[in-house]
């Protein structure tokens, strides 16, 4: 059973910085996609960043030259690098990963960023 084991949330202070990682297993298969989306209270879930095998990393407006998405060495790894954070980043942040026309979610990470 594949399973995506999202970690590193928590309470930060706006301006600082905050390190999401994302696990994954249970696949021989390496993901084609994989991606961080977030959900604010009372909002729908938005993608923040996406980073495909091989093709071109997207970031959402809100977030571009301040977050950065980065796969790591192990298979099936991403990462999330989130400096200069605002109040406005705080949310759930979930792990998405796709291959081969199936999705998976891991079940999030929640971040507060208040002082």
């Known amino acids: 059973q594949v399973q995506l084991v999202e970690s590193g949330g928590g309470l930060v202070q706006p301006g600082g910085s905050l390190r999401l990682s994302c696990a994954g297993s249970g696949t021989i298969f390496s993901f084609n996609v994989m991606a961080w989306y977030r959900q604010a209270a009372g909002k729908a879930r938005e993608l923040v960043a996406s980073?495909?095998?091989?093709?071109?990393?997207y970031y959402a407006d809100s977030v571009k030259g301040r977050f950065t998405i980065s796969r790591g060495n192990a298979r099936n790894t991403v990462y999330l690098q989130m400096n200069s954070v605002k109040p406005e980043d705080t949310a759930v942040y979930y792990c998405y990963a796709a291959n081969v026309g199936i999705v998976y979610w891991g079940k999030g990470a929640v971040v507060t960023v208040s002082s």
């Open positions: 980073i495909p095998s091989g093709g071109i990393i």
